[in-house]
């Protein structure tokens, strides 16, 4: 006789063999944006920074002929390199850009002619840290940097000598601080401050490779700060900053070395704040602002020093033009009639024609049109169209019209749920839907579909989601009445409000509890201060349950109920931020317990019921934050634990009658899942997850399981499970190392409800059931003339179970058996159905069993993390690969069953796994060493 533990299949979401996960509802299908900020042409391929979705923020190039496609994943995170600032420079795109390395921004390239994407080192070793202001020049790269021993200064690569060199250390006493380049002829013109000269232009001489600080004649005495440096016909044109007189347009003329006289814009201290200057026939276009207009396309004409207005195309705001750019004898440029739709005119000087070159609709969302850069004929635009989010798009001088180049991100965004509340059978959470907003959404569990509970103009912006009766109370703003504390009544399936409204105040209301048939929060109403209120259902009458602090706000919050106590952390001015309580019967409110004696803080928190007592988290000088215990029936505080450090125990659960929580075990584990023993009067670590921090959170017990929120180098933020025993994963939501950030764990319907990203629809609302764990007792036929028996134990789920055999039997053990494969489904009270194959082998007189295992083969052995599975013999269904603790890193089911599949494991640490294959007769176990 032997126990067999097989591995089963799911019908909804494979979760290893822990639990049935499944996506409830898609509610957000707006789509994702690539989020595109920079790009720049090389031979008419786009190269740009964009985010798939999957990669974060990388460098992705566009093919007009191929069309788009992922360069390289320099930092596999979610927030990917964040390559910016591309140029064009000999055949290769130079970029700044993060690796895996550190946070800090570094000096890379793109080699299309190898495929080769990284940083520049040059044949020193020498690199560029924190560089910015890149620009082309001379055929080289010039930008800032931070060098050793210098700081932020001016610094060079020239590909051809392959070298990174300080130019000049312009301010030997810090950073100078150079950038805005911009050539004109042989010079190159740019900003930095010496930390002496009161002029803060220069150039740089390419023949003499020497930096000069510029000393211009300045007329008006000003000598001003300089921005968005433009060169044109002789001239350099910018943002000037003058103390008194604001941001306006300053030129400085090369051939006389004299800073020109020109209009002010917008007089007096405010600002014209000028920028994306852009040359054409003679004069120079740009964007900046008035009183009178707004932000609209200005000229200026260097012959009568006159700055007039293109045109209004916002009269009643500001079209915020922007990217201008000139091609084939027209200054394109975007820009927005109104605060939505922003659109690509092209303007021609010589019939001062201004058309409208192209449109995108975004259905009632901002367009956020804007030029990037151009090819020879093409202009590349970033926009949010209705069916792609934001995108690349092109323009082709001569179309009719602008078209989508590559929608990089195919994902939605999700609606981000959040809330989780049962109430009257279902579970209402708030959620962000692109035509709806924020609001109340209701998931009932009788059709398995979330619907939005109302959908009045705007959005309801709903907190504190708190059930009291056949009422839901929440804070939030609805249409007529504005921000205040509201309610859904269950039985007029209706809205309301209560007398408590402060429209031109939002946000403020925190805590709803519901105590003793009434509603109590926080709230602060600019008379008493932020207190304690009360709303009385009854007689529909709100006020101050008691000023605890007489000359300011007591901040109280944290409400915990705990039998006829409403406790609560607050202010009196006196001891400080301690534990406070009303008692329901008597209306009192009273200091509890002054952890902290004195005016100073103790600032309980995370409030827990557990042992009839209120645990929490504490302040006291000498321990920091530790667990303490107050007793309302004794009127007794009990410091619990006393760590070396700071424990600072969070998001509390009682499990097994032990009280779990994230908590800083040691100054060498840093916040991992502990829990306290009040028996034994003992801190216990389960295990330390993570070598930095795991973080749980969200703490929920479903089937006699404690599962937790979690963040592990190897899966990101995932969910996990403990037993009593062994901390496991039980799923890789988001494979990899992306975080599925499982948040917000509320047990409904006898399930766990969260909010989670798969890395394909954004956060959305999903739940899991506690699955069953089948195991089995197999007896063999021993003979012709014996019958064979299965003894089958289910764990898990939620009682009864219902059982339905291959041979017809709905019973729970089988019997009178002869060899062969038996396979059972299982299904729980709450539907989560379970499959396992069992086998009845069969044994000859000498008792020698049939052998098949021998036909399964595994190589290489050890290996690097890539193996394949072969079997001469039974088709596999199932392969899982296992730690020697029993953490899962790998499973794959099979629809169909298969003879061979390749193992690809994520990055593990090196050492021995379980490699458990379950096949069409049975389960083998391998073991592997992984390099």
Known sequence: MRQLFLSFSLVCFASGLFGQLVLEQDINQEPASSEIQYATVLDGVVYLGADDGTHGQELYQYDPAAGASLLADLRPLDQGSQPGELVALGGKVYFRARDVSSASYHLCVYDPTTGF????????????????????????????????????????????????????????????????????????????????????????????????????????????????????????????????????????????????????????????????????????????????????????DP??????????????????????????????????V?????????????????????????????????????????????????????????????????????????????????????????????????????????????????????????????????????????????????????????VADQLFSTPYLTPSQIGHITDITAFQDKIYFSADDNVVGREMFVYDPAADTFGVVADVNPNGDSQAEGFFVLGDYLFFRANDDVSGSELWALHGPSGQVSLMADVNPGPDDSSPDWLTAFDNMLYFSAYRPGTSYDLFSYDPATDSLRQRTDVSGNLNPQEMAVYRDKLFFNGRYSSAVNAELVYYDPVADTLVLTEDLNPGASNPRDLMVLGDILYFSAFTDAYGRELWQYNDTSLSIVTDIRSGIPDGDPAGLTLFNNKIYFSANDGLRGSEIWSMAACLNLFVDTEPQVGPDSTGAIDLTVQGGLPPYTYTWSTGDTIEDLSGLTAGTYTVSVADASGCLSELTAEVQFESGTGLPEIWTTQLTLAPNPNRGQFRLVSMGPALRAVAVYDLQGRQHYGQQFMQPVTGWTVHLPPLAAGLYLVQVQTVRGPATFRVRVE
């Open 303 to 336: 012959q009568t020093q006159q700055i007039d207005l293109v045109s209004d195309l916002n009269p009643s705001g500001n079209s915020n033009p922007a990217g201008m750019m000139v091609r084939d004898g027209k200054l394109f440029f975007a820009a927005g």
């Open 338 to 490: 109104n605060d939505l739709d922003r659109r690509l005119y092209a303007y021609e000087p010589a019939t001062t024609s201004l058309t409208v070159a192209g449109t995108l609709s975004n259905g009632d969302g901002p367009n956020l049109l804007n030029i990037l850069t151009a090819s020879d004929d093409v202009i590349y635009l970033a926009g949010a169209g209705l069916a792609t989010g934001q995108e690349l798009y092109r323009y082709a001088l001569g179309d009719t019209g602008i078209v989508l180049a590559a929608d990089i991100n195919q994902n939605t965004i999700g609606s981000d749920p959040y809330g989780f509340t049962p109430f009257m059978g279902k579970l209402y959470f708030g959620a962000d839907e692109v035509n709806s907003g924020r609001e109340i959404w209701v998931y009932d569990p009788a059709t398995g579909a979330a619907t939005v509970l109302s959908d009045g103009p705007g959005s309801t912006n709903p907190n504190d989601l708190t059930p009291l009766g056949d009422r839901l109370y929440f804070s939030g703003s609805l249409p007529g009445t504005g921000y205040g504390l509201h309610y859904y009544d269950a």
């Open 117 to 300: 994407a990284g940083r520049v080192i040059d044949q020193n070793g020498a690199r560029a840290e924190s560089p910015t202001w890149l620009y082309a020049f001379d055929d080289k790269l010039f930008f800032q940097a931070d060098f050793s021993g210098a700081g932020l200064e001016m610094g060079v690569y020239d590909p051809a000598a392959d070298l990174i060199e300080l130019v000049a250390d312009i301010d030997p006493n810090g950073n100078s601080n150079p950038g805005n380049f911009a050539s004109a002829g042989d010079t190159l013109w740019f900003v930095a401050h010496d930390g002496q000269s009161s002029s803060r232009l220069w150039r740089y001489d390419p023949a003499t490779d020497t930096v000069y600080n510029v000393q211009y004649q300045s007329p008006s005495g000003d000598f001003p700060g300089l921005n968005f440096l433009y060169a044109y016909a002789g001239q350099l044109y910018f943002r000037s900053t003058v103390s008194g007189k604001g941001d306006e347009l300053g030129v400085y003329d090369i051939a006389s070395n004299t800073l020109l006289v020109t209009p002010e814009l917008f007089n007096g201290p405010g600002s014209s704040s000028p920028f994306g200057f852009a040359g054409l026939a003679g004069k120079v276009y740009f964007s900046a602002r008035t009183a009178a207009e707004g932000r609209e396309l200005r000229v200026y």
